[in-house]
């Protein structure tokens, strides 16, 4: 019978799309993952698939294994994992995906009680706001906003975190603090594209309920928004960005929070900025079956993340600092 190795190669190689995307999943060499496939193909008497030095392709006999060995491994995986859980403790490696800024200031810091209370549980991080293909790196949990969310996945929803305009108290003192969101067109304005698609994150401005895209003066453009932030820090300008990004900077005075004034309900075509939150869900691959520790993982986040203090809204000291700058003039360069 061939050995339940080489089967498994096979099967992450076909999910992954090469050889050496099976061999990242399994912590082995692309050398160990290559022999193998080959040992498993000499066992059953046949070729499984077609490889040349860019691509790989399963022959007839190839398709009919993988359909009858795929499902077959796929229970065996779950039935490792729930038998886990019946000794009372979880086990096994969680490649846990997440965008780099929700990463770096919310999750790590709330790792190391998860693996207190878990010790078996090996988690590795993939910290990056670029594509995951969560089949093929093998990914048991990516943690994403609402606007990249990929269909087909099970989601489940995490924190709903307010996001600010804010801007340097040096910024401005030098060229004004905006009263409604007309002035911000007037303004520097700093905004980050997302790597994975290459699209500006919109601010939310409206126009008697519309959403609406005015023309801005972008000062810069980044792809992670702790660089923009910085950029903003350093006086470069008005950015928009999540609590959990800003509050330290605006606790240490780093930071000035704008408040803009509404516009008024009875002029019509007057520009307004809205409140918009940034919405975190936690995906999974499988509607049908959620591993354990993937369960006790995203269970865990629901527990801590409600009432964390850098996902809610800044207290009414928000509005600390209109007084201190003067208003835009239109003569404010």
């Not at 729930?82 to 086990?91: F, I, N, P, T, Y």
């Not at 846990?96 to 207190?116: K, T």
């Not at 060229?175 to 698609?197: K, M, S």
Request: charged share 25%; glycine share 6%; aromatic share 6%.
């Amino acid at each position: 019978m061939p050995n339940l190795r080489a089967i498994e190669t096979f099967v992450k190689a076909l999910e992954g799309g090469s050889i050496a995307s099976a061999a990242r999943q399994l912590g082995i060499s692309p050398a160990a993952a290559s022999q193998n496939i080959s040992r498993l193909e000499r066992e059953l008497g046949t070729r499984l698939i077609t490889r040349t030095t860019r691509s790989m392709a399963l022959t007839e006999a190839g398709e009919r294994y993988l359909s009858r060995v795929a499902p077959v491994l796929d229970e065996l995986e779950k039935a490792q994992s729930d038998a886990s859980q019946v000794h009372g403790e979880l086990h096994g490696r969680l490649r846990v995906a997440c965008m780099a800024a929700f990463g770096r200031h919310i999750l790590a810091p709330l790792l190391p009680a998860f693996a207190h209370r878990h010790p078996q549980v090996n988690l590795e991080l993939l910290v990056t706001d670029r594509h995951v293909h969560v089949l093929k790196e093998d990914v048991d949990i990516s943690i994403c906003y609402r606007d990249v969310l990929e269909p087909g996945m099970s989601v489940r929803p995490l924190a709903a975190v307010p996001r600010i305009l804010c801007a340097s108290p040096e910024y401005l003192r030098r060229h004004g603090y905006p009263q409604v969101a007309e002035d911000l067109l007037q303004h520097a304005c700093l905004l980050y594209r997302r790597e994975r698609d290459g699209r500006f994150m919109r601010w939310p401005f409206t126009r008697d309920g519309q959403r609406v895209d005015p023309p801005l003066r972008i000062a810069a453009i980044g792809t992670d928004i702790d660089t923009v932030t910085e950029f903003a820090v350093a006086g470069g300008g008005i950015t928009w960005v999540g609590t959990f990004v800003a509050r330290h900077h605006i606790q240490e005075g780093r930071l000035v929070p704008l408040i803009l004034k509404p516009p008024r309900k009875r002029h019509k075509g007057q520009l307004a900025f809205e409140d918009d939150t940034l919405d975190f869900f936690a995906c999974f691959r499988d509607r049908k079956y959620v591993p354990t520790k993937v369960r006790a993982f995203v269970d865990y986040l629901l527990e801590t993340l409600p009432g964390h203090p850098s996902l809610e809204r800044l207290p009414n000291e928000a509005e600390w600092g209109r007084a201190d700058f003067p208003p835009l003039t239109p003569n404010t360069p």
